[in-house]
């Protein structure tokens, strides 16, 4: 499980249940979690090649986030509208990702004390920057770098703030100190354990991890290493599109 202090891990199961208590439609129709059904509603409007489903799911956590404004309900919102701005990104409608991973942001830059909400908000930013000019583009970069390395500070232990320093490392010019702490904080990463689904803790990110591990021995020309974990990453994660994309 990811090592929250007590008294987190307490309230995050509280916001947990008080979000059944409101009810939300979609998740007691699946009968599962916060993550899981934004993942089902991405892989389906991928496949249908609309927004649909995500529409629908954002819209729902939205009603929970303003009946009842707190971390849980911030971050899952968040997360929806960041996998909606991806989904948009990869349709080619700009506008739509733009003003979707900026909801996303504002909702998640309160949350200065929470390493998962932290660490989404670098990714969130590190994608927002394709859509913004050069001076904001330099501005919001350096905010993701520094916000990743505090996730990871606050929650040493969490895969994905050791994924976001790793992310934000890799893909920073060797001319500007990129390179050095990718590999330190991807196997961070893999030391972590899994929370237990019905917790509704944040569980995402490992296919991630996998992905930029290749990436990076790739490119180190290790081909050996990096086939080494695709393989492990497929044997785990065998329906990962985002792994059998490195095949």
């Keep these: ?57 954002n819209r729902e956590l939205d009603v929970a986030f303003k009946t009842i404004d707190n971390p849980f309900n911030r971050y899952w919102l968040s997360y929806g509208l960041y996998n909606q701005a991806l989904l948009a990104g990869i349709q080619e409608d700009e506008n739509k990702a ?35 000019g050069y001076f904001a583009l330099m501005r919001i970069g350096r905010n993701a770098v520094l916000n990743a390395q505090q996730a990871a500070v606050l929650n040493p232990k969490s895969l994905r703030a050791n994924l976001a320093v790793a992310i934000n490392d890799f893909y920073t010019p060797k001319t500007f100190g990129g390179g050095k702490l990718t590999l330190e904080y991807l196997n961070n990463a893999m030391k972590a354990t899994t929370p237990k689904p019905q917790d509704s803790l944040p569980n995402w990110g490992k296919p991630n991890v996998y992905e930029l591990l290749v990436k990076y021995y790739r490119k180190n020309k290790q081909f050996n290493i990096a086939q080494d974990y695709l393989n492990q990453g497929l044997e785990e994660f065998p329906a990962s599109e985002l792994l059998q994309g490195l095949k």
């Design 1 to 57: 499980m990811i090592r929250f202090t007590n008294y987190k891990f307490a309230f995050w199961l509280i916001c947990c249940q008080l979000n059944f208590i409101v009810g939300i439609s979609y998740l007691s129709a699946q009968n599962t979690t916060q993550e899981k059904a934004i993942h089902t509603a991405y892989t389906q409007d991928k496949i249908s090649g609309t927004q649909t489903q995500l529409e629908k799911l």
């Design 98 to 132: 733009e003003s979707l991973v900026d909801r996303s942001i504002e909702l998640l830059n309160p949350l200065r004390k929470d390493a998962e909400s932290l660490a989404l908000l670098s990714l969130a930013q590190g994608y927002s920057t394709q859509f913004k």
